[in-house]
């Protein structure tokens, strides 16, 4: 299978290229694997009887929203990061009263993306490259009829 | 301060405002559900990271990207800041639907999902990138049905707009009058 990004070869390679300059980046694979709910990207979601149920059959409750940061150091190389949204998901439909979560939306940037290419420090190994995720999404329940 | 020093701490402030900017990944015109995470339908326990019933694969990259360059003038002073942002918005909500057959009876399940961002910069240039990643695969429902009591989005394809309900060999009334017109 293909591998999802290759941006640290990319951001390697740019270095290269472009000689003094510098680089600094992460990688963060995005999991929801402990979740105990349905989270889906689309605007709709089953029930247990495989009935598809569309957003006029949903009630919207609240917002999700998760916010994490990935970091890495060695220009973007190390470690691959992780995050890990299940417990945040969780926790917050179960206090909405929530069954499911629609119109999930998954961002990168922003935030302490700012690392990456901050001046002179960025050419230093050491100096840690961040990927700012965040998660949001409509926490929702069925109607009553 | 000296102007070389006042163009780094620009490109600084400039990758700061591009942050701002980040890449989204989502499908929300989707017909089939796009699930991330074990839980398959509301009531259902977690399932295993494979379900049975494997049709296709689809995957999908969103991406933001920012170039800025200082071009100097001759008295080494900065003549002009160029700066340029762009991307590849998601598509996943189209090839999910090129990628599910019947709406009713479909998922799509993530296995992998990865965001990166990284910034390149030199002294008179800055290079900033998003991305997020996601790749799945279309899983046959054995007990999907839509619900009766909600009609379904049209899906516009090669055949024209056409409603998940309607059968794959039904002919569009306009290509009917067309060939009795033949006739």
New interface residues.
Partial sequence: ??P??N?SR??GA??IL?????????????????????????????????????E??LEKLARLNVSSN?VAIGY?HLPKGE?DI?EEVNKQVRKAGG??VI?????????C??F?????L?LLPFWP??????VTGDIVK?RRP | MSRRFRV??G??VL??IA??????????????????????????E?AGRRAPGALGNT?DEAQ?EMWSIALLSFDGGVDQVMTDIGGTPSS??KK?NDGTGS??AE??V?H????????????F???????????GTANR???????P??E?WPVSGPRGITWPEQPEATTPQHENDGRSKLQ
């Avoid at chain 2, 992998?112 to 002294?123: R, T």
Wanted: net charge positive; charged share 10%.
């Fill in positions: 299978m293909k999802p990004v941006l990319g951001a740019l270095c472009f000689g003094l300059s510098s680089c600094a980046g992460a990688t963060a694979q995005v999991k929801a694997e402990r979740a105990r709910y349905p989270l889906s990207l689309s605007s709709v979601v089953r029930q247990q009887d495989g009935v598809l149920l569309q006029r059959s990935a973007s995050v299940s069954e499911a119109n999930l939306t998954i961002s990168a940037g922003g935030g993306g700012f990456n290419a901050f001046p002179f960025n490259g961040c990927v700012p995720v965040s069925r | 780094c701490a490109s600084w990758c700061a942050g701002c900017t980040g890449a989204h990944q989502t499908a929300d015109l989707a017909r089939v559900p796009v699930l991330l995470g074990p839980v398959k339908c509301i009531g259902c977690p995957s933001v996943l909500a999910v709406a009713c998922n799509m993530l992998d999902v990865a965001a990166s961002s990284y910034g390149v910069n030199g002294l240039f800055l290079h900033t990138k998003s991305v997020v990643t996601v790749s429902v054995p007990n999907g049905t839509c619900d009591t909600v379904l």
